[in-house]
């Protein structure tokens, strides 16, 4: 049905990519409209939800959080599957309004400032030249698959630096951001890329309350505490750790603060995946998505080639025209209206950042890849008091890595089809074949 909103709320809409001509057309016709929930993939209905479309309408109610909460519902689209889900998972900072928020954010702020990041930027473009000299290896052309053997790999390393998880457990947070993620894909709701015998003992013991799938072959929700039963188990080891030799990690950081403060069991639990499993999976497909977007558009690419002065702007417009999350949920707290539509209190309001970062009332020829596109306001990172803590980190391990690529290689072309993630949530991609030659 032509501008029908069904397919997005479809995950397997999403195998062949976001469809935007769809979102153009939404949003045309109205800034706001009601999508219905019904019975998907094993999944129960849901009682529908208010789709947000226009960039000006996703800013406003990002910046209210007294009047569409975080807290209220959490900020999936599905509701939890029972009380005492979404009262756990309420004790995370990302599902918390002003003043909690806060508490919870003002502590760990400091690691992810500017000048925070430029002192990790040395680590991280070292990382990045060593990931793509391991990919390209001696020989003069070859295929690689960019999203497992770069894309992943660089924010493991930058996150477990930053988390203080010792290196060779850092394919633990990459099962462990597919299996969130993934959740709606069968390939990734069962990950487990993580080698047992390469890790340490703390994660073969957390592995040990690793959840197992049921009769049907489908893994227990990752949002709820059973789902998750290994990483919890591994962050009060590794937080068992921190207390006898802290560092300047931000799980060092949490364990000390003190007073009033002081996190609770489950904040801490929640803060541990909050950064284990956004903190990596954002970036890990803003990476592949970049390259997609250079592949489609081989004039930027080479342009980029040429001027490497251009990732001063280049890195927001390869986000933007990719946007890894789509979307983003709030709850009405009373009755209101959204561009003059009427919301009633309870409602489920949902914002599209796929949709927003493309609209072309802010962004001129939306869908044209412009990577000296400036001033360029997008909401990759949201908005308003939930704006992204990693947002520098993210910008920094892009510039990287392409640097790292584009320095040495004189072409990238695609060597087949990606692969992208069976997700109305995350735009994932889970295999990117790329063919390089090198300069």
């Not at 990519?17 to 409209?33: F, H, I, K, N």
């Not at 569409?68 to 509701?79: E, P």
């Amino acid at each position: 049905m032509r501008g029908d909103p069904a397919p997005l709320v479809d995950p397997r809409t999403y195998l062949d990519g976001v469809p935007y001509d769809l979102l153009a057309e939404l949003r045309a016709t109205s800034p706001v409209m009601w999508v219905e929930e019904p019975p998907m993939l094993g999944l129960p209905g849901g009682p529908g939800f208010w789709l947000v479309l226009r960039h000006t309408d996703v800013t406003g109610i990002l910046k209210q959080p007294r009047l569409f909460s975080s807290w209220l519902g959490a900020t999936q689209i599905r509701d939890p599957a029972t009380g005492e889900d979404l009262g756990y998972v309420r004790r995370m900072m990302l599902n918390m309004d002003p003043p909690e928020h806060g508490r919870l954010r003002r502590p760990v702020a400091r690691s992810f400032t500017p000048r925070a990041v430029a002192a990790l930027e040395a680590s991280i473009r070292a990382n990045a030249a060593a990931l793509a000299e391991r990919a390209l290896g001696d020989a003069d052309e070859g295929t690689c698959d960019f999203a497992r053997d770069l894309a992943a790999d660089l924010p493991l390393l930058t996150l477990a630096d930053v988390l203080g998880v010792p290196e060779p457990d850092r394919w633990l947070l990459y099962d462990w951001s597919n299996r969130v993620i993934g959740f709606q894909d069968p390939d990734y709701a069962g990950s487990a890329a993580f080698d047992p015998q390469a890790g340490t003992v703390a994660a073969r013991e957390a592995l040990r309350h690793r959840p197992a799938p049921d009769a049907d072959g489908r893994m227990p929700d990752p949002r709820t505490r059973a789902g998750m039963a290994d990483l919890y188990a591994y962050a009060h080891l590794l937080a068992e750790s921190k207390r006898r030799s802290p560092g300047q990690d931000v799980i060092s950081v949490l364990l000390a603060h003190q007073g009033d403060d002081r996190l609770s069991v489950e904040e801490f639990e929640n803060m541990f995946w909050l950064f284990a499993v956004a903190g990596n999976e954002t970036i890990r497909n803003g990476l592949p998505g970049a390259m997609i977007a250079l592949l489609e558009h081989p004039a930027e690419l080479e342009r980029l080639r040429r001027d490497p002065t251009l990732f001063d702007t280049a890195v927001d417009e390869l986000l933007r025209w990719w946007t890894p999350v789509m979307v983003f949920r709030r709850t009405a707290t009373m009755d209101t209206a959204i561009a003059g539509v009427p919301v009633r209190a309870g409602d489920k309001v949902v914002v599209s950042f796929a949709s927003a970062n493309r609209d072309e009332r802010v962004f001129a020829d939306p869908d044209r890849l412009d990577l000296t596109r400036h001033p360029n306001p997008h909401l990759v990172f949201g908005h308003g008091p939930h704006f992204c803590l990693g947002a520098h980190l993210a910008r920094c391990q892009l510039r990287a890595l392409f640097e790292a690529l584009l320095t040495r290689t004189a072409s990238l072309t695609y060597a087949g089809a990606p692969a992208y993630l069976r997700s109305n949530f995350q735009r994932g991609v889970k295999r990117l074949p790329i063919h390089w030659r090198r300069r």
